[in-house]
Each structure stands twice: as C-alpha cells, then as structure tokens.
C-alpha cells in the first residue's frame, strides 16, 4: 500500500510545486523507494491538448496516447517514471466522467452534487495503482484559495481522513518574500497560506519555502511556531543556477529526510545520490559551448517547448558542452533574409506546432540548413516543412504544402505533400478521422513502433532498426511523392511497420539533416538523453570546432 504526499501551493503561482515533487520523487528513488507521481489540475478543460501554448505550455505526451500538463515531464525527466493516463486529471475530466455517470443512470436518480460524488470520483482517481509503489506524489495545481481547486482540497481532507494514520501527509509551497527596504524575509504571506489550508480542515507536515536569500533560524522558529510545523520540517528551496540540482539542493537542506520522519521511517535507508552528481558535473564542467537556433512560432513564451529545451541540455551533457539554445520567430523569415539571423548559429532545430503561421519561415530555415551544410533537426512540423522545401526546391513542385493550411485557408491553395491522415493502425484496430471531429484528444497521440533503414544515419544513431516513439500530430507525409523526393537526396530512412506512414526523413551526403515526425524531446532524460538530440549536439559541436 502507498504511502501518499500531497503537494500544494500557496501565497502565489509559479513557485515551483513540479519541479519540487519531481525532485522530492527522485531522492525517494535514490533511498531505495518506488515512485508515481501525479497532476490534479483545476481548470475545466478535460486536457490541455486545446490550450494554445501561450495559454498553458507545451502540453506533454504520454506512451497511452495522453496530452497532459508540462509538469509530467518534469516527473519522468528527473524520475524515468513513465507517466500513464491515470497520472493526469483535469477538474473538467471529473465533472464529465460524473455527468456520464449521471445520464448512464449510475447514482439511482440521486441529486448530483460535489460531495459526495465530485469528491468521491476524484478519490477514486487518487486510489488508482497505490498497490504499485512505496510512495504515491499527487500536485495539485493552482494556488491554495483558488475556487476551482476546492472540490480537490476537500476530496484530500476526506481521502486523509479516511485511510489509516500515518499513510498520508501534505507538503506546502510558498514564498518568503524579501523587503529590501527593511532588509528583511517576510513569513505572514507563509503564515496566511497555512491558516488558509487550515480554514478547509488540512494542514501542513513539511513547509517548503521558496526564498532568493538563506533563511535564519529565527525566521525557521517563527514559521514553525506560527504554522504548527517541527521546525525540522521547514525547509529553504532557493533559487537554483539549474533546476537539475533541485534534488542535491533538497537533499543538502532534508526535504528527503523531513518527509521520512513525518511518516516514521526510521533508520532510512541511505542516498545513492551519484546519478545527480554526475548530472551536475556534466552540466557545471561542460568543455565547451554550442549555439543552437530553435525556429518556432511561440517563442514569446519557452515553456511552449520545454521538453525541446531540456533534450538540447540533455544533448549537451552527453557531449560535456554548454547548450546555448536561441529562440527566433519563424514569421520574421516570412519578411527577412535568415542568414543574417542564422549564420552564427552551429546547428538548427525546427520544433512542431499547428496552423500555417509562421510555416513559410520554417520552411526558409530549412532551406538554410540544408544549402549551408548546418545540422538540422525537424520535429513534427518542422519535419513536414523540411519537406515541403525539398519538394518545392529540389522535386520539381513549386506549390507543394500541406492540406492543413488549405483547411485552415478554405480553399485548395497547394500541392498537398502533407495530407490529413484519415486512417492509421493504433495497436491492433483501425482508428479514422475526420477533419470536421472534435479537436480534443483526436490526434495521432502516444507510442508507435518505427522501422528504420538498415545502415541510415538514423539507424547508427539508435544502434537499433526498430524504435518506439511518442506522436501528436494529424497530419502526415504524403508517400506518393516519395520517389521523387529520395531520387533528388531526401530519403525516408523510417517508416510505420506496415510501410504506409513516414516516420523519419534524412539526407545522407548532408553533414546531419534529419527530420522526424515522432516527438523524441518527450523521452529524453538528463541521466539518459535521447540518442537524436546526443548526436545533434555533438554534430554541432563538430561545426564549432570548424569555425
């Protein structure tokens, strides 16, 4: 049976409640525990796979085909944990399931209410796979005080009154803030947040504070005190140079150990903590520096692709090189010459997103990475807009371009190399689609197997020729046009096990051009980057010593 934490935040967003229970969840992992960790969101949306990026982040990608907050990739990245379906829930995701139930005729012409039946679906949530592990990490987002996030707040009241003493705890997030003008660390936002979570029947067991400055031990005795918490359970989470030593930084400070003695494991076993420090010694020993151009079109807002940004330091840690990664809108190339913007710049990457904005910029930086010999990465889209400029350039078919955009237009506009997949294998069946589906969790989503080329670059890359990798897309490369395209140097190096989709596309005399349609930021980790992002870098790193 698990034992379980709760992760909650207050005083403001943002603090950090991912990162820290990805961290809390991985120092657990080096005392010998198993891990799951979880995401209780309160918005009504039923995932964020409709959100625009700016709205929410990049939305993460699960193997079972779930589209789910970024912060389930701070789990796996710092856990390799694979997060599941039943690892993200939405209060709209609550509230449908109940309505269902409701229509179904599951509650015998009951009043539906929040309590019991809203909390009582979101405990059932909470009770999935505790027999699987030691310890269970559930977050709930949003800030303690949120209205969305009540029916969540109670559901824990209740699941903690109801299990045996002793299985669960809860763990607080907030702020210290400092008044330079007083030159002090103020502790009533902390004391307010607690006497907030106390007002709805929960109280903390551990408090992590977030602070830009070391906190006194007056300040611990205060907090301790005032929010009824040992003072050894008060704990300083400061600012970290990289979030990859948030689990040295918690662990120097005994978040680990707080958590332990709340639930009475005495002696604890020891930390194996070497993973992490060979993490940083990579990260803070790099023997050089690459910069890397990321070619996207919601690049006002970096957590839209965080994974991207965390596989490019992964990459670099394999190389012992510093990632310099630079973000450019793609719609400037629409009215400007790139190779003033791109000439510095020792490898490309072209990441996914959706809709025709900005896709005739990705397309011009392909066409730079490919006629100026600049290591290129395409992802998703930027595999389809790599593409598309070799059709337009090299093949022959000067209005070559994807049916997304002539849907997205109203009218037929293009050649379409990139078509909408109506059709696919999913495990064992047949899934369609059509264009005029819902938009929510329709996609081609979660893990399919890829046959690669014997002998390809990519095949070298993965030391294997068959690979599983995760997917969010509805569009797809047309292989119709496939001879044309491998006769002029593009050739599909993978493809679907049954032949009919392109997975990868690469063009072997380049000195490293390759575009996938998979996502494989999704899957790398700082103790395990992925292989294609360890070899873009070090192609990079192959340019920079020619500069």
Request: hydrophobic residues 40%.
């Amino acid at each position: 049976m698990a034992r379980y934490v709760f992760i909650t935040g207050g005083v403001v967003s943002s603090l950090g409640k991912g990162l820290a229970s990805a961290a809390l969840g991985a120092l657990l992992q080096a005392r010998g525990f198993s891990v799951r960790l979880r995401k209780l969101d309160p918005y009504l949306n039923v995932d964020p796979g409709t959100m625009s990026p700016f709205e929410h982040g990049e939305v993460f990608v699960t193997d079972d085909g779930a589209e789910t907050d970024l912060d389930l990739g701070h789990y796996e990245r710092f856990t390799g944990v694979h997060a599941r379906k039943t690892d993200s829930v939405s209060s709209g995701r609550i509230y449908s399931n109940v309505l269902e139930k409701e229509r179904r005729g599951d509650y015998l012409g009951k009043t539906i209410q929040v309590i019991p039946h809203v909390t009582n679906e979101i405990k059932d949530f909470l009770h999935i796979g505790e027999d699987e592990v030691d310890f269970m990490l559930c977050e709930i987002g949003g800030t303690v005080g949120d209205i969305e996030g009540l029916p969540f707040f109670e559901a824990i009241r209740q699941f903690i009154h109801e299990r045996p003493r002793g299985e669960c705890l809860l763990m607080h997030l907030t702020l210290l803030p400092y008044l330079a003008a007083s030159g002090e660390l103020k502790t009533k936002p902390t004391q307010h947040s607690v006497k907030e979570l106390q007002s709805i029947g929960l109280a903390p067991d551990v408090l992590l504070l977030r602070s830009e400055h070391p906190i006194p031990d007056k300040e611990r005795e205060k907090i301790a005190l005032f929010c009824n918490v040992r003072k050894s359970a008060v704990i300083a989470a400061p600012d970290l140079k990289t979030i990859y030593d948030a689990p040295l930084a918690y662990h120097r400070e005994g978040l680990d150990q707080a958590i332990l003695d709340a639930f009475g494991i005495s002696p604890a076993p020891r930390p194996n903590l070497a993973r992490w420090e060979d993490v940083m010694d990579r990260l803070v020993n790099a023997e050089g520096e690459v910069r890397v151009a990321i070619v996207g079109k919601y690049t006002q807002l970096e957590d839209a692709y965080k994974s991207i940004a965390e596989a490019l330091t992964h990459g670099g840690m394999a190389n012992r090189t510093r990632v310099r990664a630079e973000w450019i809108d793609a719609e400037i190339f629409e009215r400007e010459d790139p190779a003033p913007y791109l000439e510095g710049f020792h490898a490309i990457l072209v990441p996914g997103g959706f809709g025709e904005r900005g896709t005739e910029g990705k397309i011009k930086a392909a066409e730079f990475a490919r006629t100026r010999g600049v290591p290129y990465l395409g992802i998703c889209l930027g595999m389809q807009m790599a593409v598309i400029e070799s059709a337009r350039d090299l093949a022959g078919i000067p209005d070559a371009g994807s049916e997304e955009f002539d849907h997205e237009f109203g009218k037929k506009r293009f050649t379409p190399v990139v078509y909408h997949l109506k059709e696919w294998i999913q495990g064992n069946h047949v899934v369609a689609r059509k264009v005029s589906d819902d938009k929510g969790g329709t996609m081609r989503l979660g893990a399919y197997t890829a046959t690669l080329t014997p002998g390809s670059r990519v095949a070298q890359i993965y030391g294997a020729t068959t690979i599983e990798e995760r997917h969010r897309h509805r569009y797809e490369v047309d292989t119709k046009y496939r001879d044309k395209l491998e006769k002029c140097g593009l050739i599909f190096s993978g493809m679907s096990p049954d032949g009919r989709l392109p997975e990868i596309v690469e063009i072997p005399d380049h000195p490293w051009f390759i575009g996938v349609q998979f996502h494989p930021e999704l899957k790398s980790k700082p103790f395990a980057p992925h292989p294609l992002f360890a070899d873009f870098i070090r192609a990079a790193v192959e340019v920079s010593r020619l500069v």
